[in-house]
């Protein structure tokens, strides 16, 4: 079975649960009988990529952050597969990586299923900008979809009653890892007794200042606690103004 995923999340994440989830599923599907996993990209600056041998990715700019960046090179790709798609093989199953629908019109008749990690943008829409048209996009392609999986059982009760996608639509499949122990290095720097350990980017859709505030509220009342964080680039002035 031929299945092909599309370039939307590795056009905007370098790191990033979402584009660790495809790359895990690039990597099993190339190791199982009858499975041919297939990416239609040209440009990204993702990390993943590389360590998949099947896979010849250009970079873009990967030195310089500026401005629209992301945007240029979720375009270029966009162009890229619609210019290639009717010259490749037919795939029997089509898996866009996020919710842009720009994909519809080229599909036909091929069946296409849909991930859905969650409902954030439908049920904190306060959070977003009011240029962020992902719960817009969402809809439309779930209401497209052949099947749509979810990532646990909430996230599809969300589905059906924010979306009115029909549960026997929705497949709910847990996410996993493919870490194991001897994975496990000793730490770098001394850690306290009692820490909350916080992984990524630290900016609004992650709640971090709610966070920030919350320790320090439990940290007054009950036992000291500290807060290690892991990636997501420099400390922003307003949030060092909560040390």
Request: overall charge positive.
């Amino acid at each position: 079975m031929n299945v092909l995923f599309d370039p939307q999340v590795f056009s905007f994440q370098e790191y990033g649960g979402i584009s660790r989830y495809y790359y895990e599923l690039f990597k099993q599907f190339s190791q199982m009988e009858g499975v041919e996993p297939s990416l239609l990209i040209k440009y990204s600056n993702n990390h993943y990529l590389p360590e998949l041998d099947f896979l010849h990715v250009k970079r873009f700019f990967p030195a310089f952050r500026f401005k629209g960046r992301n945007e240029i090179i979720k375009l270029l790709n966009q162009i890229y597969v619609r210019s290639r798609f009717s010259s490749m093989p037919i795939p029997q199953v089509f898996h866009p990586t996020y919710y842009d629908p720009y994909f519809l019109d080229i599909l036909g008749d091929i069946p296409f299923v849909l991930t859905i990690y969650d409902m954030s943008h439908e049920l904190y829409p306060h959070l977003f900008s009011q240029f962020d048209f992902t719960a817009e996009n969402k809809k439309k392609v779930s209401a497209k979809a052949s099947r749509i999986i979810a990532i646990s059982e909430h996230t599809k009760n969300d589905i059906i009653a924010l979306l009115k996608i029909p549960a026997s639509k929705i497949d709910v499949i847990p996410l996993a890892s493919t870490l194991s122990h001897s994975d496990a290095k000793a730490p770098s720097i001394p850690l306290p007794d009692h820490f909350i350990l916080y992984v990524g980017k630290r900016n609004t859709y992650k709640n971090f200042l709610f966070l920030l505030n919350a320790i320090k509220v439990i940290s007054q009342i009950k036992i000291p606690l500290s807060l290690i964080c892991a990636g997501g680039g420099k400390f922003t002035e307003r949030t060092k103004r909560y040390q």
